[in-house]
């Protein structure tokens, strides 16, 4: 058993407390190589951010999940490094899908776990939700559960349609599962494609797709049943066009791939929403700058040089989303 506390790393539950009345919400990265680690470290450490470090199971399957533990705990020791004398650094697991893997992380040194039972049927959700907020809590491990489905695929979980969250549910759902945070369905979605074109208008001038308004009108009604506590938005990239086109002028292909405006997630920071997870528009980052390397420089062989490049443009990103988009800079001093 290690203790997340013997690390350095925090859990969610006074950050989340101070982010709803500051009204701000905390970024939510992934993380799956030791370049997105860095930039999203450096980009905390400078701007005095809390941070929430989200380990995915296709991170797992990647990276290996001891190898990936052992990078967080050498991140606050890099965050203390660049300057950050007392880093609030959470290591998060996501869309955690059994009581088994939820248990292994408590026991490993994670300081939050998400169990993802938004799936199951609505007791089931209930009793495997409780079952592991029972565990986690004896260790001061917070706790997300998800009501609602969102659309596309939630790792392997394939949700061909979304279902928002019912507010009529939330009182019920967090008081007999115990779980410290909510994750909601408010018409986001994972991934590059959050929308179907069909779903969209066109902008005439651009050609760009706009996409259809989150249900603000639900987010309302759930916190006005359950004030004050932490609600958490997945799916939350904005799909940066700047990146989805030098992808494309660059040999990549995605067409029409379309995000969550920017600001409608400024507007949900504002509210109880205090955890936003953000991946894709890091992977696209990333692709966005490797592709352009490659296509300018053939010759470059030494991965040195485009990992560089691409971790300093994510760096960029997550400094962007911070200050701009979250309002989570200077929280952490
Ligand atoms: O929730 C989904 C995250 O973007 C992680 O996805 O399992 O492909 O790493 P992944
Ligand atoms: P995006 O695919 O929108 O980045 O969402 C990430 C996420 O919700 C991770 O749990
Ligand atoms: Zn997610």
Not at 6 to 27: Q, S
Not at 34 to 41: K, P, R, T, V, Y
């Amino acid at each position: 058993m290690v203790s997340y506390k013997e690390l350095g790393l925090v859990n969610t539950r006074e950050m989340f407390a101070k982010a709803i009345k500051g009204g701000y919400a905390i970024p939510a990265f992934n993380f799956n190589n030791m370049e997105q680690l860095q930039a999203i470290i450096q980009a905390a450490a400078e701007l005095k951010s809390p941070v929430i470090l989200q380990v995915s199971k296709g991170a797992r399957n990647y990276a290996n999940q001891t190898l990936l533990r052992y990078m967080a705990q050498g991140a606050v020791e890099y965050a203390k490094e660049l300057g950050w004398e007392h880093p609030q650094i959470v290591l998060h697991l996501d869309h955690g899908d059994s009581f088994e893997l939820c248990k292994s992380c408590v026991d490993f040194g994670f300081s939050s776990v998400m169990i993802d039972g938004s799936a199951l049927p609505y007791e089931e959700n209930i009793a495997l939700s409780k079952k592991v907020a029972d565990y986690a809590h004896q260790y001061d491990v917070t706790v997300e559960a998800e009501l609602g489905v969102l659309a596309g695929v939630e790792d392997e979980v394939s949700a061909e349609q979304s279902h928002y969250t019912r507010p009529e549910e939330v009182i019920d759902f967090s008081k007999r599962t115990g779980c410290d945070s909510l994750a909601i369905s408010i018409g986001t979605s994972h991934g590059a494609y959050k929308f179907k074109p069909e779903q969209c208008t066109r902008d005439p001038k651009t050609g760009r797709l706009v996409p259809p308004p989150l249900a603000f009108g639900v987010l309302h009604e759930i916190e006005k049943r359950l004030p004050g506590f932490p609600i958490v938005l997945h799916g939350s990239s904005s799909v940066p066009q700047e990146y989805v086109d030098m992808i494309n002028a660059h040999g990549g292909k995605l067409p029409d791939a379309v995000g969550i405006p920017e600001e409608q997630l400024r507007e949900a920071a504002k509210s109880a929403v205090c955890k936003i997870n953000i991946d894709s528009d890091s992977r696209l980052a990333m692709t966005a700058t490797i592709r352009r390397i490659f296509d300018e420089q053939p010759g470059v062989f030494d991965p040195r040089k485009y990992l560089g490049p691409a971790r300093d443009e994510m760096k960029k990103l997550y400094e962007h989303k911070i200050i701009d988009v979250l309002g989570s800079n200077g929280k952490a001093e």
